[in-house]
């Protein structure tokens, strides 16, 4: 099928639908329908099925697990509207977006942003086309709510750095390739000795072990560097530069955790579609209980609503240049809101709802049970509920500090 985007010619919206709807009726595994995207889930070591690699690289040829990010580093180059008729499509034929994880979600943008024209081209094509994973080195033992109080150290070796020190908290850790890490390289200026630091996970020196959960997973780990040595050419931005880039992709994973982002696509099938098979339902449909009938109504509304506002935040973002401070809104209100759909959840299904493992139990009501224990880390992971309090008065509200 010969791509109207490489014709020369702008395509209509129309022209495009078309095209998407060809390319996915060519190239989507139909024994993929309806199933989920592996790289966003919570423990996951990428072993793909065959039909999974083949619709991965389908997709990463065109750019498309990256809609909108430019096409010279490998995205697909598409406007706002392309990119919303690709997810139509996708939605329609039961399709994922098999490109996903933190390249995705938080490095690839701060580095188009931030990267020079030499990590551009090495390090952003290959998250376009989901062959490799990136993991966050940010939090320390001692580093979390106050993350400038970061001590992994990078000292200067001339054409290189050494690194010591330790991360917690890397999600994905034991899996991943690459590592994007804050490292001070200056002990004198607690935010501007911060530095931010491209690491091999596979290096001399680097150590991860598993942190296991109260649901039963092991999604994150420790990590431990030990004079790891760390090229210069692999320092993003100038020494001093990673509080202000740390920040910046914070902004991004904020997004993304928020119902603005990947949260919005892990909430699983409506509640009132589940309280049917747990619940009595009258002859046209309608649940007799009419108190949890309202309170799945309540939340519905207020969860599309919640949407609603992450859209146009979102578009209002792009365009004024990126991800702005209103990110804490959303991460706030919309991880409130996941861990309040888990509750409800677990109510719905009741007795089934408490099981763990064994027999009795279907698989997606014990993933239900751990889906709520591990919700449970969504309020604190990528900047907790409090220190978005603090951002918002601070950066959106505009209230200053009273001494």
């Not at 690699?53 to 990256?66: I, L, P, S």
């Not at 509750?343 to 027999?359: A, R």
Request: with cysteine; glycine share 12%; aromatic share 8%.
């Amino acid at each position: 099928m010969a791509s109207l985007a490489k014709a020369g010619a702008p395509a209509s919206e129309t022209d495009f639908r078309r095209e998407v709807q060809q390319f996915l009726s060519e190239s989507f595994p139909p024994e993929l329908k309806g199933k989920g995207n592996p790289v966003t889930g919570v423990e996951s070591d990428l072993r793909e099925t065959e039909p999974q690699r083949r619709w991965r690289e389908a997709m990463g040829a065109r750019g498309w697990g990256t809609p909108t990010w430019p096409k010279e580093y490998g995205g697909g180059g598409l406007s706002r509207k392309q990119a919303a008729i690709l997810n139509e499509e996708l939605s329609r034929a039961g399709a994922y977006n098999p490109i996903g994880g933190m390249g995705v979600m938080m490095f690839g943008p701060t580095l188009l942003e931030y990267g020079n024209e030499q990590q551009k081209q090495e390090h952003i094509p290959p998250i376009c086309r989901g062959e490799i994973r990136w993991c966050q080195g940010y939090s320390e033992p001692n580093a979390g709510s106050d993350l400038a109080n970061l001590q992994t150290t990078a000292e200067d070796k001339g054409d290189h750095y050494l690194v010591n020190g330790q991360k917690t908290w890397t999600s994905g850790g034991q899996w991943a390739d690459k590592c994007f890490c804050l490292v001070r390289t200056d002990r004198s200026d607690k935010h501007k000795g911060i530095s931010f630091l491209l690491m091999d996970m596979r290096a001399a020196g680097v150590e991860v072990r598993p942190i296991r959960m109260i649901s039963g997973l092991s999604p994150f780990c420790e990590t431990f560097f030990t004079d790891v040595k760390v090229p210069k050419e692999n320092l993003v931005g100038r020494e001093g530069e990673g509080w202000t880039i740390g920040k910046r992709l914070l902004q991004h994973e904020r997004t993304n955790l928020s119902g603005g982002g990947s949260m919005a696509r892990m909430m699983g099938p409506r509640l009132s579609d589940l309280a049917k098979k747990y619940h009595e339902a009258d002859a046209s449909g309608v649940l007799t209980d009419k108190v949890l009938r309202d309170r799945i109504a309540d939340f519905e509304i207020r969860w599309g609503a919640f949407l609603l506002t992450a859209r146009r935040a979102a578009e209002e973002s792009k365009e004024k240049g990126g991800v702005s401070e209103i990110s804490s809104v959303l991460k706030k209100l919309g991880t409130k809101l996941s861990q309040e759909r888990s509750e409800l959840t677990i109510e719905i299904m009741g007795l089934q709802g408490l099981g763990w493992e064994g027999e009795g139990f279907s698989d997606a009501e014990l993933a239900g049970v751990r889906a709520w224990l591990f919700g449970k880390a969504v309020t604190i992971y990528g900047g907790s509920t409090e220190i978005q309090n603090n951002i918002i008065a601070k950066r959106v509200l505009g209230m200053l500090d009273h001494q």
